[in-house]
């Protein structure tokens, strides 16, 4: 465990300012420490009061039962996010907006609560039109626009199990994700503006779907108008559907534990796994966690900049916050079009009061240089976020000061898509920040740092972070594969939550999250798993073997390397590399492309066959074996010398 030891030592404390506390939920540290203990003691009360805040059809009857690794929570209770996020909020807020939009080339829109309800149930009345039922899953491939967050809301009102793909994967991704959801619906668009061109949506559809026979319908969101290929036996365009939608239909009650999304993402061995998140659970802890950490105020205009390909868009994007009758800003574009001013000039316009983006956007911003964001007053933003990967001390330092102009408290959320929502984050007004920690567990979440065999560390031990007690908005399962689930999160240590990452605790309790322990890499903060990025590389015709690996970039966070062995006497070349980089963009999407790709003559291996993956990292970042990239590397010689100390 040596290695563990984190060399940071960083000891500035952030104190929340007094004006921040005094309009805050929790006011001192005292608050949240007592609120804490309270919730150690019984979890099971803290969410349940919690749980009290939103509409419930009927009533649970059992906070919680757990059967370890299967939880359940709100047993019983019928309840319907779709109804939290809109209909609960007719009655005072129905002119206030909703959703406010921006689209990459300037056009802008608004939806009230009262809109955007109208608009719900009437694309709800489309789907179940078309004859679309309580647990048929449905596809979402579409770009950052408010009918996003509708065709999600609409899929919850009515039961639908929706899973969202991010807009930058490729067909064969899609084709991956409906091979495993068996969706029988697709919603996506006619294309979105990225930098200035068009990405074309509906073809990657169209290609995605050859192999699918069973997807019966594709909605298509005229966004572009760009010209596309139409089939009339599946494609029906959203406006024409909606045309004919007059009434809208109502909420359903569904159980609580009735699935609400899958959301595929990245693991350590084999396909992306598809994280099923449930309805009643998942809603208490994303209205909760948002009220808290983002402190949301009547008047606060929220702005996450996350993709609602990902989590951080489905939870803090969309339903927390429209749970809370909160007002979201969306951004369909990107941060340097037409101008790399383009997010600050948003948040003046807007006056964005909240922000909450990743520390790879932070990372470029510092690389544009201080004068961008200097250019404008910011003086709208009361409270700045990050989430995704650890932001580093500067970074940090950097936000809060050009940014934050010393005044914004700043939240470090630590959470994963499994977790659905923040489980380790500083809740502003209360809780004193310390540039690079993630600072403390939110009430109710029992979170430890311990050893190989499952005891807890002392501080500043590095170690496995691990969670000790089930939380409403946790994963239930992965679809299709309850083996898996079980396998990946629970088998470590019986009835305690596994997250894969390695943290520390310092003195104060304070966690400090300091990378994975497996081979997930977070390129821009997005996960993607090695073996998918060596699938796609082995599934060229000319390579044997591939191994990928991360080396630290300076604004992606993590870049990728891949270590290639090529078939017989196929020779290397800076056209094969090229083409096999391109090939991984094909396969999965631009963010795997792979930095630098180096042909092996063979890959290090243990004598039971195991990539050498830590000696791989090494000379991948410390760049050993350098020269020319494109020639054989014989690293069987390093092998010898490192085997020793694997296995
Ligand atoms: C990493 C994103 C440090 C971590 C919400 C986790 C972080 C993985 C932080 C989950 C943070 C997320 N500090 N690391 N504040 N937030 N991570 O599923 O390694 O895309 O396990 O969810 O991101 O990534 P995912």
């Not at 009655?91 to 939009?101: D, E, G």
Request: aromatic letters at 10%; glycine letters at 8%.
């Amino acid at each position: 465990m040596e290695e563990l030891d984190s060399l940071l030592k960083e000891d500035r404390v952030f104190k929340p300012s007094s004006e921040f506390s005094r309009s805050a939920r929790l006011q001192t540290f005292e608050d949240y420490k007592k609120l804490y203990q309270s919730a150690q003691q019984n979890p099971q009360n803290f969410w349940e009061k919690e749980a009290k805040d939103l509409h419930w059809f009927k009533p649970w009857k059992k906070v919680l039962t757990w059967d370890p690794p299967d939880a359940q929570w709100f047993i019983g209770g019928k309840t319907n996010i779709s109804y939290n996020c809109l209909d609960r909020h007719l009655k005072t807020k129905a002119q206030k907006p909703a959703i406010l939009w921006e689209g990459e080339p300037g056009d802008t829109k608004t939806f009230s609560f009262k809109e955007l309800h109208e608009e719900v149930s009437r694309f709800s009345e489309v789907l179940k039109n078309l004859g679309f039922k309580k647990g048929d899953r449905v596809i979402i491939y579409m770009p950052m626009i408010p009918e996003l967050a509708i065709a999600m809301l609409s899929c919850a009102r009515i039961g639908l199990v929706h899973s969202v793909i991010f807009g930058g994967f490729s067909s064969s991704a899609i084709e991956d994700r409906l091979q495993d959801s068996k969706a029988r619906l697709i919603i996506t668009a006619d294309g979105g503006y990225r930098r200035g061109k068009i990405v074309p949506l509906k073809d990657n559809v169209d290609q995605a779907i050859q192999k699918t026979p069973f997807v019966e319908k594709v909605i298509v969101y005229q966004r572009t108008k760009a010209p596309i290929k139409w089939n009339p036996l599946k494609d029906l365009w959203w406006h024409e559907l909606m045309s004919k939608a007059k009434k809208g239909v109502d909420a359903i009650p569904l159980d609580s534990e009735d699935p609400l999304f899958i959301l595929y993402t990245s693991g350590t061995t084999g396909k992306p796994k598809g994280v099923v998140h449930t309805t009643g659970g998942y809603i208490v802890g994303a209205h909760t966690t948002a009220k808290y950490i983002f402190d949301l105020k009547e008047e606060d205009i929220y702005w996450c900049t996350a993709d609602i390909g990902w989590v951080t868009g489905h939870t803090y994007v969309v339903y927390g916050i429209l749970s809370n009758g909160a007002t979201t800003f969306m951004y369909e574009g990107a941060p340097d079009f037409p101008h790399k001013g383009r997010f600050w000039d948003i948040i003046d316009r807007y006056k964005i009061t909240i922000f909450y983006t990743s520390p790879t956007a932070i990372r470029a911003f510092i690389q544009w240089g201080d004068d961008i964001p200097k250019k404008y007053r910011l003086s709208s933003l009361r409270l700045l976020g990050t989430v995704g990967e650890p932001i580093n001390p500067q970074a940090w330092m950097w936000y809060h000061t050009l940014i934050g102009k010393e005044k914004c408290p700043i939240v470090d959320t630590w959470w994963q898509t499994e977790t659905g929502t923040i489980l380790i984050s500083p809740i502003p007004g209360a809780i004193p920040t310390k540039p690079g920690s993630a600072t403390l567990p939110f009430p109710g979440i029992l979170a430890d740092v311990v050893d190989q065999y499952g005891n807890p560390l002392p501080p500043n031990k590095g170690g496995f972070l691990v969670i000790k007690y089930p939380w409403p908005a946790m994963l239930r399962t992965i679809y299709g594969d309850h083996e898996r689930y079980k396998k990946q999160y629970w088998s470590n240590f019986k009835g305690i939550y596994w997250t894969g990452d390695e943290a520390r605790k310092d003195e104060d309790g304070y966690f400090w999250i300091m990378g994975r322990s497996d081979d997930v890499i977070k390129v821009s903060g997005h996960r993607l798993g090695s073996s998918e990025i060596e699938s796609a590389l082995v599934s060229h015709p000319s390579v044997a073997e591939a191994a990928v690996v991360a080396i630290p970039h300076e604004i992606k966070g993590q870049g990728i390397v891949a270590f290639v062995t090529l078939k017989g006497n196929i020779l290397s070349s800076k056209e094969l590399e090229n083409e096999l980089k391109q090939h991984v963009v094909t396969q999965i999407g631009a963010l795997a492309r792979p930095e630098h790709i180096r042909f092996a003559k063979q890959l290090p291996k243990t004598r039971s066959g195991k990539i050498m993956r830590r000696l791989l990292r090494q000379i991948a970042s410390e760049g050993k074996v350098t020269g020319d990239t494109t020639t054989l590397e014989d690293i069987s010689v390093v092998q010898t010398l490192s085997s020793q100390d694997e296995e």
